[in-house]
């Protein structure tokens, strides 16, 4: 029978410790938990993505986003980022590093190619200036005030909060408009 790795009392399940010592190890809220515990459970969790909280699974799934990059993400940003010695590799930077895609989703099909072959790091500057170089065909105009804006956006079909608001707005009244017309809300008045 397995021993307490701090009192010797015997015990009779899976564990180091005892439920009175393990409480004082690991149980007890508020109190930090050790450096190798946090190593190990990082771990564990490294490359794992939780799908049943990720895309059409979450609770808050509303059909998709341009900003989501897809399941392996994070470990492939980890993957380059490592790979390329954390540097930028247009001007040799080290500090505020993105890691772009070298083809759009456009050109690989609308999904997004996470391959490591597809992705480079490059600092903030550099990768701004690599999107200006691209054509501007995923310009849009903003339904409400008319200005431009780059396709993605996290306001779609607007530039702003503010115009996305006023744009809600105004679909909602129009939908209302088309349910009075048709006879479908009740006590109109």
């Known amino acids: 029978m397995p021993e307490c790795a701090d009192c ?15 409480r004082f190890h690991i149980g007890r809220p508020g109190v930090p938990k050790s450096e190798e515990h946090r190593a190990k459970i990082a771990a564990a969790h490294l490359g794992v993505p939780m799908r049943k909280y990720w895309g ?58 996470n391959s490591v072959a597809n992705l480079v790091t490059l600092c903030r500057t550099c990768h701004n200036q690599s999107h200006r170089a691209r054509p501007r065909r995923f310009q849009c105009a903003c339904a409400i005030c008319g200005k431009g804006f780059l396709a993605g956006a996290p306001h779609a079909n607007a530039c702003s909060k503010g115009c996305k608001t006023k744009l809600n707005t105004a679909k909602h009244r129009r939908w209302l408009e088309r349910r009075r017309a048709g006879g479908l809300l009740d006590g109109d008045g």
């Open 8 to 22: 010797g009392v015997a015990i009779g399940r899976r564990s180091r410790w005892c439920k009175k010592c393990y």
């Open 56 to 113: 059409s699974l979450h609770k808050n799934w509303e059909g998709g986003d341009n900003r989501w990059r897809g399941f392996a993400w994070k470990t492939q940003r980890r993957k380059v980022l490592a790979r390329d010695g954390h540097t930028c590799q247009a001007c040799g930077a080290t500090e505020r590093l993105v890691v772009h895609h070298k083809k759009h989703k456009s050109e690989t099909g609308g999904t997004w190619d």
